[in-house]
């Protein structure tokens, strides 16, 4: 539909916060990237097509083979820079329904648990004490140990190393 000096919010926003994620260039940047493009996508048809309620609201979360499949895949390629596009199309969902019903299954959106993920596994490899920090934040495809320290203070509240020294 024509919009003529429109100013949205929800676009503003969605605009400034991909702005500011792009720029810090993490891991999950491009992940949480595309989940957002999805989701102004659904916003602009939702409020700005001529055709109405072509999106509808999905229940229920994704079947459990569905969600089995696309944590599987998660975990298989945490080293590489997952797509939304990517985990949707191993459950052959499109990215703004696969989003949807994964964050009603796991309570997080798909990028969310992707980071949730690599920590997770970050710990499990900094107790093993086999691997040096630089080893295991390529493994879990961080782009640089600044940003691996600074995701991982924020979902454990230690650095890697204090981590691993508490180990």
Known sequence: MPQHKIRDPLIQQIGLTLKTELESSGTDSRLYADAMATAL?????????????????YTGGLPPYKLNQAISYIHDHLDQDLRLAEIAAIVQMSPHYFAT?????????????????????????LAKQELTISE??????FKSQSHFTKVFREQTGLTPTAYRSDS
């Open 41 to 57: 996508s659904a916003h602009l048809f939702q409020r700005y097509s001529t055709q109405r309620s072509l999106l509808r609201e």
């Open 101 to 125: 019903l994964f964050k009603q299954s796991t309570g997080l959106a798909p990028h969310q648990f992707v980071t949730q993920c690599r920590i997770e596994r970050a710990k499990w490899l």
């Open 136 to 141: 295991i934040l390529l493994q879990l495809g």
